[in-house]
């Protein structure tokens, strides 16, 4: 092998280690202009377009949102199809309350027979309907403040 | 309607094609540089070149099919930069292969095995947990049950090597275990179960930890009562600096847990009292012990040593010296006039070869892995993922300071491997696992539908701030 030859190699092997460092960095930039929803202020998403067969059956059902009226979350607006909705402290559910007087499970909102039900998952502090702890599901009517810890929450039409 | 959900309209990409160019070109670099080892080394093209070449792509592309089945929208960015690094690692040691094979000619000396099979078995066998973790770990957030069997099963290991029988002292320091005809390492293994329980201890300590008892010079400093877990970390890695004469994992493992703690509680007067302790024990170890001593010493002036315990350092920091700007060209420096030159010193091997330019790409290549993890830390939303992420970025982070700090003689030197490029095995799989680990947790994070509740995908809700 030439003296020439190696060098050209040489400096090829390093001008392609280069190109790879490069190419990171390109992949990198490309990574920043991603949309935010990987940083925590973008945990949600963009409501799916409903389709109509949903639409049917969440007018049957009472109440269309749960808005957060007390407490850390005060003005998130949670909005209700067919699908329950968690209450606590665990990363995952629906509605993560930053709370000490809530649990990690603290409680869960369902729809049932055209009404959205509340119902207590064994929580410490208790659930709470306007001024009653709730020991069995309870159908949440609209408009009356549903208490989890220091949360106040209110189901809208 | 807030700026955030605007922006989720877009999709996010799973930048798995970006992946898989990266990691092509990672494997052109692995057959090039391998090339011009066997040209310039006089040996011609190596005779199994295609078959080592082969099994290396096959082994990248098994990862890469299964990160894109299994953690598809995982970071694109941390598999290709830790196979690049294996794969430089790969060429390294062969090329320190057939130095050492042509030096045995010249002495007409036995020729020594070859590392490089060995090495690219142990990354065959790292691919299989990368693969057996990203199938059973299905969600990071499962490991937190298990934070106190991971902290006693990672203590237990730490101390395995001091067990009779099985534990090994290799060059003065006892960290082998051998079985069998089976050896390792078994702090490696302990670096990540520790993380793993560091990051479940703090997620649920972190409030007490974080509390201010009393202020002094302006910071805030926990109780007493609190001051605890410190130290016994603290105690735990003088002990495996004391009987194990291990400076590496010890300094590892107290850095490891400061820094989390910091990350977790946030209170700046965790790093100045780990700092206190850390200088404490440094002081100690520096006064009591031979080899901490020794290392010291060498540190300052190793050239009134160059013969003898200095010789290493010597040696490397003429290797650096050698390799100029852009370097000797592989196959072209010296690199095993540095005793060990494949598993603590292989950075001043690299750094003889490929120069300055080669040294600066490959510590970004570092820089650009614990960034990634670091932003996985970032992004995930569960404090548990948060905490492992930067605690398994910071292992790495640590240990590339702490060999390339003392390859350089910027610190004294503490044997540790350099991640990914190292000859050695526990290191290499362990190394993996980690990567396997963050691919998991950043799958999570830059997933763009965030499973909430247990209902199917359509039936997810969505939380709105006006």
């Known amino acids: 092998m030439s003296e020439l030859a190696l060098t050209l190699i040489r400096l090829a092997f390093l001008g392609l280690l280069w190109l790879f460092v490069l190419l990171t960095v390109l992949v990198l930039r490309k990574d920043l202009r991603q949309p935010a929803e990987t940083r925590p202020t973008g945990r949600s998403r963009q409501p799916k377009a409903p389709k109509p067969a949903k639409v049917a059956r969440q007018a049957k059902v009472r109440g269309t949102k749960l808005v957060v009226t007390e407490g850390p979350l005060t003005g998130t607006v949670i909005p209700l199809n067919t699908a329950q909705v968690t209450i606590g402290r665990a990363p995952d559910s629906t509605v993560v309350i930053e709370d000490d007087y809530a649990s990690s499970r603290h409680a869960r909102v369902y729809p049932s027979e055209g009404a959205w039900v509340v119902e207590d998952l064994g929580s410490t502090n208790g659930t709470w309907i306007d001024r009653t702890r709730i020991t069995t599901p309870t159908v949440l009517p609209v408009g009356v403040p549903l208490r989890v810890g220091r949360t106040t929450l209110q189901l809208q039409r | ?466």
């Open chain 2, 1 to 466: 309607m807030s700026v955030g959900s605007q922006q989720l309209a877009r999709r996010q990409p799973s930048r798995r094609g970006a992946e898989l160019m990266l990691l092509g070109c990672a494997w052109a670099l692995g057959v090039l540089g391998t090339l011009q080892v066997g040209w310039a080394t006089g040996e011609g093209t190596p005779s199994r070149l295609w078959v080592t070449v082969g099994v290396v792509g096959a082994l990248a592309l098994v990862m890469h099919i299964v990160v894109r089945i299994k953690a598809r929208y995982a970071d694109p960015l941390l598999l290709p930069v830790a196979t690049l690094l294996t794969i430089l690692g790969l060429v390294m040691i062969y090329r320190i292969d057939v130095a050492s094979a042509q030096r045995a000619e010249r002495n007409s000396a036995p020729q020594p095995t070859p590392d490089v099979y060995a090495q690219l078995t142990w990354f065959a066998i790292a691919v299989v947990l990368f693969v057996a973790v990203l199938v059973l770990v299905k969600d990071h957030r499962r490991l937190q049950r298990y934070t106190y069997s991971f902290g006693l099963l990672g203590l237990l290991l730490l101390v395995l090597p001091l067990a009779p029988i099985i534990g090994t002292t290799v060059n003065g320091a006892t960290l082998w275990v051998r079985i069998g005809g089976f050896s390792f390492q078994p702090a490696e293994a302990a670096k990540i179960l520790l993380t793993l329980f560091f990051a479940g201890y703090l997620v649920v300590k972190r409030d007490s930890l974080a509390l201010v008892r009393s202020k002094f010079l302006g910071l805030g400093f926990p109780q007493i009562r609190d001051l605890g877990p410190l130290f016994i970390a603290w105690v735990v890695s003088l002990g495996v600096l004391v009987f194990e004469r291990d400076l590496g994992t010890s300094l590892l493992f107290f850095g490891l847990f400061i820094t989390m703690l910091y990350i977790a509680t946030q209170r700046r007067s965790w790093l100045i009292l780990g700092s206190i302790f850390f200088a404490i024990g440094a002081l100690l170890a520096y006064q009591f012990f031979d080899h901490v001593h020794n290392r010291v010493i060498v540190w300052l002036d190793p050239w009134s040593y160059a013969d003898t315990s200095g010789y290493q350092i010597v040696q490397s920091l003429y290797g650096f010296a050698n390799g100029g700007i852009m370097g000797a060209g592989l196959g072209q420096g010296f690199p095993n006039f540095v005793p060990f030159a494949n598993t603590d010193f292989i950075v001043a091997a690299i750094g003889e070869e490929l120069g300055l330019t080669g040294m600066f790409a490959l510590l970004l290549l570092y820089a650009v892995l614990i960034e990634r993890g670091l932003r996985t830390a970032v992004s995930v939303r569960d404090s548990f993922g948060q905490l492992l992420a930067a605690g398994l970025s910071i292992t790495l982070a640590l240990q590339v300071f702490v060999i390339v700090g003392g390859v350089t003689r910027l610190i004294p030197l503490t044997g540790l491997t350099t991640p990914f490029l190292s000859y050695g095995g526990s290191s290499l799989v362990a190394n993996w696992v980690i990567v396997a680990l963050l691919l998991r947790i950043s799958d999570r994070a830059r997933r763009p539908e965030i499973h909430q509740i247990d209902a199917d995908d359509a039936l997810t809700q969505v939380v709105r701030r006006v």
